[in-house]
């Protein structure tokens, strides 16, 4: 006899897993929107420099607000809102601590956006990013539109602002630089021409892998102190000639190598042809271009370049963003031939070119 079953009193089954739902379009949407909140509270995390002032432990608001001359108050509610986003945890109330997510605005971090984050919550950013329809509507630079003038000519008249984008930019290059050395063999050149290198984090890292090589870094005067400092304290400057001087009239003779990291997407295709040109003048006949940068992949997919190139479209006289196609065709116009196109563990390949 066969055993039955009451189906009434039968468990049921146990429900399958259902798939997380992604909030409704509009909740996504005013969370996008809301981002300029997130970068104003991250922008005065860093400018008061609280990861700093809580590495060593949990500290309460009251002693925070001590420690950077603020109000309390406010400042709880800033906290608040960060660590609602998972930057910095409210451990017992009015009390607040490190989180994973909150090291990186820490200034000695390995990894650290301070300097980034200071620059993208400055008013002057601020103010041009809001001209971005200018920019929509007319195809000019937003910054100019704001501003009268080139951001470049600006940042040279406005010592304080420029000296915060120089420093974002050598955070950048600080999170750049492992990803270029694991992408690329730098052993087979003798001397490495760092092209508008900055303060030099970039090319005193290569040169510390490679004990051998010799370096050379071309940047304007207002810059290349910096770069000198840089030398010095990675204990380079010994072979690291820095020269003062405009890539786009001279770029020293003699380099294996002519690095451009994040130099070409400043300009327009005239005057990015131009600096190519003037690289391949001052290079010799087995020479190498080596650019680093985002290449714009096709399709829809995420992919941060695409948002770079718009930073490009509002800061910057004709600066853009391109596809590997469209960087072959500005090498070739320039007198170079691409060789390869090598991605990186970051988000920025590296496109090998050699004298056509």
Same mark, same amino acid.
């Given at each position: 006899?066969?055993? #039955?079953?009451?189906?009434?009193?039968?468990? $049921?089954?146990?429900?399958?897993?259902?798939? =997380? *739902?992604?909030?409704?379009? %509009? !909740?996504?949407?005013?969370?996008?929107?809301?981002?300029?909140?997130?970068?104003?509270?991250?922008?005065?995390?860093?400018?008061?420099?609280?990861?700093?002032?809580?590495?060593?432990?949990?500290?309460?608001?009251?002693?925070?607000?001590?420690?950077?001359?603020?109000?309390?108050?406010?400042?709880?509610?800033?906290?608040?809102?960060?660590?609602?986003?998972?930057?910095?945890?409210?451990?017992?109330?009015?009390?607040?601590?490190?989180?994973?997510?909150?090291?990186?605005?820490?200034?000695?971090?390995?990894?650290?956006?301070?300097?980034?984050?200071?620059?993208?919550?400055?008013?002057?950013?601020?103010?041009?990013?809001?001209?971005?329809?200018?920019?929509?509507?007319?195809?000019? #630079?937003?910054?100019?539109?704001?501003?009268? $003038?080139?951001?470049?000519?600006?940042?040279? =008249? *406005?010592?304080?602002?420029? %000296? !915060?984008?120089?420093?974002?930019?050598?955070?950048?290059?600080?999170?750049?630089?492992?990803?270029?050395?694991?992408?690329?063999?730098?052993?087979?050149?003798?001397?490495?021409?760092?092209?508008?290198?900055?303060?030099?984090?970039?090319?005193?890292?290569?040169?510390?892998?490679?004990?051998?090589?010799?370096?050379?870094?071309?940047?304007?005067?207002?810059?290349?102190?910096?770069?000198?400092?840089?030398?010095?304290?990675?204990?380079?400057?010994?072979?690291?000639?820095?020269?003062?001087?405009?890539?786009?009239?001279?770029?020293?003779?003699?380099?294996?190598?002519?690095?451009?990291?994040?130099?070409?997407?400043?300009?327009?295709?005239?005057?990015?042809?131009?600096?190519?040109? #003037?690289?391949?003048?001052?290079?010799?006949?087995?020479?190498?271009?080596?650019?680093?940068?985002?290449?714009?992949?096709?399709?829809?997919?995420?992919?941060?370049?695409?948002?770079?190139?718009?930073?490009?479209?509002?800061?910057?006289?004709?600066?853009?963003?391109?596809?590997?196609?469209?960087?072959?065709?500005?090498?070739?116009?320039?007198?170079?031939?691409?060789?390869?196109?090598?991605?990186?563990?970051?988000?920025?390949?590296?496109?090998?070119?050699?004298?056509?």
């Amino acid at each position: 006899m066969q055993p #039955t079953h009451d189906l009434d009193t039968a468990p $049921e089954p146990s429900p399958s897993p259902q798939p =997380a *739902h992604e909030p409704p379009p %509009a !909740a996504q949407l005013l969370r996008m929107i809301s981002g300029k909140m997130t970068t104003q509270l991250l922008a005065v995390a860093a400018r008061l420099d609280l990861a700093d002032l809580l590495d060593g432990g949990p500290r309460s608001v009251d002693d925070l607000a001590a420690a950077t001359d603020t109000h309390a108050p406010s400042l709880y509610r800033v906290l608040r809102a960060l660590a609602s986003l998972g930057v910095f945890a409210e451990t017992q109330p009015r009390h607040f601590r490190l989180t994973p997510l909150a090291r990186p605005l820490r200034r000695d971090a390995p990894d650290s956006v301070r300097d980034f984050a200071v620059l993208f919550g400055s008013d002057w950013h601020t103010r041009a990013w809001s001209d971005l329809l200018h920019s929509v509507r007319t195809g000019e #630079t937003a910054f100019e539109h704001a501003f009268g $003038e080139g951001m470049f000519e600006h940042l040279q =008249a *406005h010592p304080e602002r420029f %000296a !915060a984008f120089n420093d974002a930019m050598t955070a950048l290059s600080r999170l750049d630089v492992d990803a270029i050395l694991q992408a690329y063999d730098f052993s087979d050149f003798d001397t490495v021409v760092d092209v508008g290198g900055g303060h030099g984090f970039l090319l005193a890292e290569i040169l510390k892998a490679h004990p051998s090589a010799q370096g050379v870094l071309l940047d304007i005067p207002e810059v290349a102190a910096g770069a000198r400092a840089t030398m010095r304290e990675a204990g380079v400057a010994d072979r690291c000639q820095v020269v003062e001087g405009d890539f786009f009239e001279r770029i020293p003779e003699g380099g294996d190598v002519y690095l451009l990291k994040l130099i070409i997407h400043d300009w327009d295709d005239d005057r990015a042809r131009a600096i190519l040109r #003037t690289c391949r003048d001052a290079m010799p006949g087995d020479g190498t271009l080596l650019v680093a940068n985002s290449v714009i992949p096709p399709g829809n997919d995420p992919y941060i370049g695409k948002l770079v190139d718009v930073e490009m479209l509002v800061m910057t006289p004709g600066g853009r963003e391109r596809t590997e196609a469209e960087f072959r065709e500005l090498f070739e116009e320039a007198g170079f031939a691409l060789t390869r196109t090598i991605p990186t563990p970051s988000y920025l390949y590296l496109l090998e070119a050699t004298p056509a």
